[in-house]
């Protein structure tokens, strides 16, 4: 059976220095994508209806409306081997968004609008049924996702980039600076380039593993905005503090666009992670 991790790290040493390829490839992690077709039994599912429990009441943005569910995720169904982050054994993830251009409502969430987005957790066990939605929501249109184990790795100024070194004992973001792929992409654009020959087709739903940035790390992003000042001299410990948990992609067929054509990210504190506390993760948009 071919690695995880086989078509990129070869890939890597083919258009890397050695040195750069060795120490890139060596912080690789597995992430489940969420396809929508594959082996076995699904492990989550976009759109639809939400599963929920008789208590527990439809998230909502106060003063806003409620929110659109997005997603669900299985996390007994994940091949638990390849996952990166401790999930719960058993129960479901529900992601939930409010989907401003959707219904044309002028409140358009922020990354400070904690309450604009929700992760619901349930256990296995509860008793749950199929929960309409309320009125004024739309819910998107549903199929199944099944998980696909792929390499992911940092790129887009993630940390690791500059904290990690080759053998030569240049950081990963300097000795990238020496790279010209393909004529014009330099510094640490080559690491999404190559990702990108590896896993082209989206739309790129994922559980664990590195996130796919738009634009800049998201663990970054995250700390800028909770310390408010991105010049803060705690800004990398504060992004080491963050997990990266899932990534829903704007996906024609879900009917899912995410400002212009970009992507939802979940993000929670590794403490808050390890105490199943989701209803503290934040969620961040970003789009071209």
């Keep these: 059976m071919t690695s995880w991790r086989d078509r990129l790290s070869a890939l890597a040493h083919e258009r890397l220095p050695a040195e750069l390829a060795a120490a890139w490839t060596g912080l690789f992690r597995p992430g489940i994508r969420l396809v929508s077709e594959g082996d076995g039994p699904p492990v989550g599912r976009i759109g639809g209806a939400p599963m929920l429990p008789e208590d527990v009441g439809w998230p909502e ?7 659109d569910f997005v997603a669900a995720v299985d996390c007994a169904a994940l091949p638990r081997e390849f996952l990166s982050i401790p999930l719960p054994e058993a129960g479901t993830l529900l992601f939930f968004y409010f989907d401003a251009e959707r219904r044309a409502a002028d409140d358009i969430p922020e990354f400070g609008d904690v309450e604009a987005a929700r992760v619901v957790f349930v256990p296995a066990g509860v008793p749950v049924t199929e929960r309409a939605a309320p009125e004024g929501v739309d819910p998107y249109p549903a199929r199944d996702l099944f998980g696909k184990v792929e390499a992911t790795a940092p790129k887009s100024y993630h940390a690791l980039l500059d904290e990690t070194k080759t053998a030569r004992g240049e950081t990963l973001a300097e000795a990238a600076e020496k790279v010209l792929l393909r ?8 690491f999404g380039l190559l990702v990108r020959q590896v896993h082209p087709e989206g739309p790129h739903h994922q559980v664990g593993g590195f996130a796919d940035p738009v634009q800049t790390a998201v663990e970054k992003e995250v700390a800028r905005e909770v310390l408010g000042d991105h010049r803060d001299s705690r800004l990398l410990e504060e992004a080491a503090r963050w997990v990266f948990l899932a990534q829903i992609d704007s996906d024609e067929a879900a009917d899912m666009m995410w400002g212009d054509a970009g992507m939802l990210y979940w993000m929670i504190r590794s403490d808050d992670l390890e105490a199943g506390r989701f ?7 970003q789009c071209c």
């Design 183 to 190: 004529g014009s992409y330099t510094g640490d654009a080559v």
């Design 279 to 285: 209803d503290r993760a934040r969620c961040i948009l």
């Design 61 to 67: 943005w106060p003063g806003r409306g409620p929110l």
